[in-house]
């Protein structure tokens, strides 16, 4: 089993920055993949960036140049640097991690872009 925890969403004006986190536990070792989908009201949940090992990362073209995927292998974390904030990009944020098929969330945090 594994557990994935969101913090550090939030509120913040167009143009602004945050920098959700994903605190991991449990059998992660065994993960191929990680990294982060996002919800908007009335829309599917849509992948923002993933990295694969063997693979590398990828990133939704929306957020190409503006948002960046990174890891702590040590603490077990994973980042998601968000800078120069749409509207569009309003959603609730879930930490995801796959392996062998099954896909693990976490509860998800909050990011709203609004002035």
């Known amino acids: 089993q594994v557990q994935l925890v969101e913090s550090g969403g939030g509120l913040v004006q167009p143009g602004g920055s945050l920098r959700p986190s994903c605190a991991a536990s449990?059998?992660?070792?065994?993960?191929?993949?990680m990294g982060w989908y996002r919800q908007a009201p009335g829309k599917q949940r849509e992948l923002v960036a993933t990295y694969t090992i063997g693979r590398g990362t990828m990133y939704a073209e929306s957020v190409k140049g503006r948002f960046t995927l990174s890891g702590d292998n040590a603490k077990k974390m994973v980042y998601l640097q968000m800078n120069n904030l749409k509207p569009e990009d309003t959603a609730v944020y879930y930490c995801?991690?796959?392996?062998?098929?099954?896909?693990?969330w976490g509860q998800g945090t909050q990011v709203t872009v609004s002035s």
């Open positions: 995801n991690g796959r392996m062998m098929g099954v896909d693990y």
């Open positions: 449990g059998s992660i070792f065994s993960l191929n993949t």
